[in-house]
Nanobody
């Protein structure tokens, strides 16, 4: 069964850190580029980080650059998102996505709430 399972979300105070994980199964993880997206209530889903299949290339939008770091371990079929200096506006459901050509797989999401 092809699936992605996110974990690591929760409640954190502004300025705090969280590390999200996304475990893949049912497909050749090392052949897929991986991304993290987030969606806040009433907003569209937006990209927050992406990483190439080998991990050699990463990309971030300005909103998270310097605070978020994406990484992957192809031996564990897992991609991570380290989030530092969190802000209330980072509150959202975070999703991971695997992509290879026209093939895409999405996880079910994990909620991150940044609040004091």
């Amino acid at each position: 069964q092809v699936q992605l399972v996110e974990s690591g979300g929760g409640l954190v105070q502004p300025g705090g850190s969280l590390r999200l994980s996304c475990a893949a199964s049912g497909f050749t993880f090392s052949s897929y580029a991986m991304s993290w997206y987030r969606q806040a209530p009433g907003n569209e889903r937006k990209l927050v980080a992406s990483i190439s299949s080998t991990g050699a290339g990463t990309n971030y939008p300005d909103a998270v650059k310097g605070r978020f770091t994406i990484s992957r371990d192809n031996t564990k079929n897992t991609v991570y998102l380290q989030m530092n200096s969190l802000k209330p506006e980072d509150t959202a459901v975070y999703y991971c996505k695997a992509k290879r050509g026209v093939s895409e797989v999405w996880g079910q999401g994990t909620l991150v709430t940044v609040s004091s």
